[in-house]
């Protein structure tokens, strides 16, 4: 299979068939450089990082549970370094081509696995959540992806960051697909959308949609209604009533500081090579106030409570997955950094609170830039969700 | 010629022959790879820093003018990332070896250039020093290095890191080799030691031969005794009545954020792959606030002072070059960061006031590692100094 996207890891790429029989038998599937492959160095998207580290005996939980339901895995695909960034350029391995939005990043730290099904070189790939790795790059590349449940999958053989955020995620660019592959990796069946099977009433983050872009919320509006009408109810609501930026100050508190602690030992000792900003993020996190941190665990309470409250058993809430479509490449990091910060507004509470969230495609900004409709539902509604993507998709 | 130790830039070997007739005929040397040579990438020991940056047209200065005089330039060496570094490792290309010191630094940033001279590679090497960048080189190979007075040296040419502190400077294995090339780089001749022609005044700094480890202190005792009779006459005093580590405070807060300064337009548009250690400190100078700027150019003002107090015309001090030579390569950040702030304490002096300084080789420890006598004149002294190394080897 060629690869003229930029998509994998660069070097010889490796194949593992899928176990006859399962229920992804003839499906293919990537998986980013954070998921241990056995027999292949796990390059964390940095240079450094396998130097020095044993080259993995075993398949992370993912890679093998989809390897066990009959997927093939066709690669590992390129990540941004240690999955700090959001945009999806690395300046080690190159930006994946967002076949989507050409011209534009593909978004990150997914990035490659993002880019590789929205290609169709795979059917579907692995990716990690921790402040919006797989919600950011289905929105700039027009995919289905999850963020499921905080702490419900098996982390087992993926490289952390911030463990307390880290999440598995997926990519499908059709419902069918996803479901399949959610019905796998969730370990559960997806519901079919008969009547007290789907949820049945959805909040609308009135807060979230003020914070995009115009033309953004105004490209998801269509959906939102299709939404509602599918629920047989809505409401406007205030996500977050401390503030959206509030939330982003405790995730951007809370990421780092956890992802340094997370690396501060392999920086002592290996001094490893980061693009500037990558290195910059985790200099930062090295140097929060232990009273920022006590405040920011204070503030993630307030915003699990927040987040409960809203979603009873029954209830989705809907939001822009990113305020705007995927941004040009090879920008400077003084125009990239207030970028940054706004996706963060939209992607913090995933972190915080851990709820589940799936990202619906369909959408285009009148330039034709795809972006990202999210529903989010309370903690183990994840089936629910992506029943609701499959329904919205017309397909049960 | 071979390079085993690793001194020169990957790729192939620059080789310029020098103007037949002058008065380094015969000499080689190398040129730190912060000195432009025509057609050819200055790589300032950066892999991204070439990108987007014209092929020099002409020589620098210094290199031009090694030439003119009859010097042959047979490489460009290895340097710390854009000269931001005091140890000599590169995570990029790599650490030169010290065959002085085997397993050892060579020192930094300069540690190509000290590294060839010290091997025998080439008689004279350019380097620069900022903040002790040929001074610990060339106390932790064994070598003569000089860092001029400030703004003597025409700069053009060469990449600068805070210009304020910025110099030129070369290494040498003999006194008489140091003095030839001086000669040409300074445009003056090198006083013979006839009575009246050298200092005859010799100032111990009694503090920063305390601040030095007790076996440094003791090894360098008897240049220091015969530096006092060659001289003439010699008394104790404090160099730092503010504090060494004052001084050196001074320095990191000055030196960092011109840095920065020098470096953020390439930051900002090019996010370049640093090794962690030079992203922080990057980082680090950044974030220095305006009111410790203020404070730190107020120091920087007495340490002036305090240097024109010291030296009048015909007095010399003398003081441990490093405080400790060379640490083993390979070493965590978290020991090698304490070491880097007392080498700071020792050379701080140099980019707050200015002063000329030659370190002497030729001591000792009891491992037979080499450590440097630092010799210090009156602004605009460089020749005598270098006059004063030839007259205690005893050529002169």
Known sequence: MTDDIGAFVPGPRVRIEGRPGGSLQGLTFAAKDLFDVAGVPTGGGNHDWPTGRPVPTRHAWAVQTLLDAGATLIGKTITDEVSLGILGENAFDGTPVNVRAPGRVPGGSSSGSAAAVAAGLCDTALGTDTGGSVRVPSSFCGLYGIRPTHGRLDVTGMLPQAPTSDTTGWFARDAETFARVSSVLLGEAIPVALPGKLPSKL?????????????????????????????????????????????????????????????????????????????????????????????????????????????????????PTTPFPAPLCGQPLSVLDPLRDRITCLCAHGGLAGFPQVNLPGATTVDGLPVGLSIIGPRGSDAGLVAVARALEGKV
Request: proline letters at 4%; aromatic letters at 8%.
């Open 203 to 319: 909040i609308v983050a009135v807060d979230a949609f003020g914070f995009a872009d115009a033309n953004v919320a105004e490209a998801l509006q269509p959906m939102v209604k299709r939404l509602a009408a599918l629920v047989g109810s809505s409401r406007d609501e205030v996500m977050a009533p401390q503030g959206l930026s509030v939330w982003a100050r405790a995730q951007r508190t809370l990421q780092p500081s956890e992802a340094y602690i997370t690396f501060r030992d392999w920086l002592d000792k290996g001094n490893p090579r980061f693009a500037f900003s990558v290195a910059k993020a985790l200099v930062m996190g090295s140097m929060i106030a232990e009273s920022d941190r006590v405040w920011a665990n204070l503030m993630r309470q307030e915003v699990r409570a927040r987040m409960k409250y809203l979603l009873p058993a029954g209830t989705i809430l809907c939001l």
